[in-house]
């Protein structure tokens, strides 16, 4: 299975693509194949039953909003988040919902969406079960869904079964492996943006795919911006306050002193980085990059290249190419799920990603990409994911800064040396997920653990 770019990023809206993004695909998917199996009139009544990761912080990342909107025909990247809490509200005040629309049923949320807090299912800890009912009581139809990580969506068929992607076309370079993809590379004397492209256009004109690759770009830049200008406090109830516009402006005013300031970028960086994350935990419009939980590395890197190094719409396409290069291994070989391998399945491949990204863009060669991927992912094995109050907050917001900056350390070095190095990509995506299985799981997005119990909510 090749992985397409468009699947690694994709525009949603927040907090969580695993919790919020995800569940509003499967109870989409759930109303749109009763309609194919020319049922939807015959519903009466739907129940939607969350287990494990989903259950323990769904609450906090949304889950319970985003089945709602999924369920009434809304998908995540044509849904306005500014219009959200009216249509939330409407359902809730009636206590009725239209599936996909047009199917007029109740709906009370206390009785047919339900949070199964101690039962997790075997394949995945983000696992979600619907079920439809007629006027009379009697089931018509029952499916699972497993939200695996940075909204992709599998039912209980397709589970374990690395089934084609939705958007695998019989790609030229089906690459399984770091060596793999540079074996390609090598072979076609081709980069790994080159490569990735190729696989690209087999899916779609060039034209499309370079268009939609700016569109991702474009995103990104604006979730920063919208980010840097929003105000107020966080929802969720530990009164996280935006930090992003004050900070812009503090650097705005003293921008000519920091000139002097040796690490006056990281300011910016980290700027950046915490724009996108705030946005995201306000259920802003977000891309996967390649979660929502890590969604501000690699825009704040990006940017970091466009105005450090004067970046050009080429530049950018190479470096979001060669990181969805890299996000691809991860997601074929390990897991981008913090409910599944923690916080270095989402804040580590981000980190991975954006430094390869970085590397290319800057002239690197294919070793060096592969090096300061490799580097991005080493200093982040074993990083936990233990959001406070269930909230993709605290610690995800400055993690994500702090990701970024190492991927831009990771690229640095990388470009120092000559791409030879001892610990392959692919070995330090085999120990990631091994980490991530001899993990415990209260440190798996379950907030059973770690900052989540040891820090008091307010």
């Not at 991005?376 to 900056?405: F, K, S, W, Y």
């Amino acid at each position: 299975m090749s992985v397409s770019f468009f699947e690694l990023f994709k525009i949603g809206i927040g907090p969580s693509s695993s919790h919020t993004v995800g569940p509003m695909v499967a109870a989409l998917r759930f109303v749109e194949w009763l309609e194919e199996q020319a049922a939807l009139s015959q519903v009466a009544r739907v129940t939607i039953d969350l287990y494990g990761s989903l259950a323990l912080t769904g609450k906090g990342h949304g889950s319970d909003t985003a089945v709602l909107l999924g369920l009434a025909g809304h998908t995540p990247d044509g849904l306005d988040p500014d219009e959200v809490p009216a249509l939330l509200a409407s359902i809730r005040m009636e206590k009725r919902i239209k599936l996909l629309g047009s199917q007029r049923i109740p709906f009370d949320e206390e009785s047919d969406l339900r949070f199964l807090h101690k039962k997790r299912m075997p394949f995945h800890s983000n696992a979600m079960a619907c079920e439809a009912f007629d006027e009379n009581g009697e089931m018509l139809a029952s499916r699972l869904y497993y939200s695996i990580g940075g909204g992709f969506v599998v039912d209980e068929v397709e589970a374990g079964q690395n089934a084609p992607s939705a958007m695998d076309a019989g790609v030229p370079h089906d690459f399984a492996s770091g060596a793999e993809l540079l074996e390609m590379c090598e072979a076609e004397g081709l980069s790994i943006a080159e490569l990735m492209l190729r696989n690209e256009c087999a899916r779609q004109p060039v034209e499309q795919v370079e268009a939609g690759i700016d569109a991702i770009a474009a995103a990104m830049m604006a979730c920063i911006d919208r980010g840097c200008r929003q105000t107020g406090t966080l929802p969720g109830g530990l009164n996280v306050k935006r930090r992003a516009p004050s900070i812009a402006t503090e650097l705005r005013e003293r921008q000519e002193a920091s000139l002097s300031e040796p690490l006056g970028t990281l300011d910016w960086i980290n700027l950046w980085a915490i724009a996108v994350n705030e946005e995201n935990a306000a259920g802003g419009r977000v891309v996967t990059a390649p979660t929502n939980g890590a969604a501000g590395i690699i825009p704040a890197v990006l940017r970091y290249y466009e105005r450090c190094y004067r970046g050009t719409p080429e530049g950018k396409r190479i470096f979001l190419l060669t990181a969805a290069a890299i996000g691809s291994l991860y997601k074929r070989n390990a897991s981008i799920s913090g409910a599944e391998v923690g916080c270095q399945g989402e804040v580590g491949v981000a980190c991975s990603m954006a430094a390869a990204g970085l590397t290319a863009a800057l002239g690197g060669d294919i070793w060096q990409v592969e090096n300061s991927a490799e580097i991005g992912m080493e200093h982040n094995l074993g990083l936990t994911c233990d959001p406070v109050g269930g909230l993709v907050q605290i610690p995800c917001i400055e993690r994500n800064a702090m990701g970024a900056v190492k991927a831009i350390d990771a690229s640095r070095l990388a470009l120092m040396g000559d791409g030879s190095h001892m610990v392959s990509l692919d070995k330090v995506i085999e120990t990631m997920r091994q980490t991530g299985m001899d993990m415990r799981r209260k440190y798996k997005e379950t907030s059973k653990g770690g900052l989540a119990v040891n820090v008091v909510e307010c």
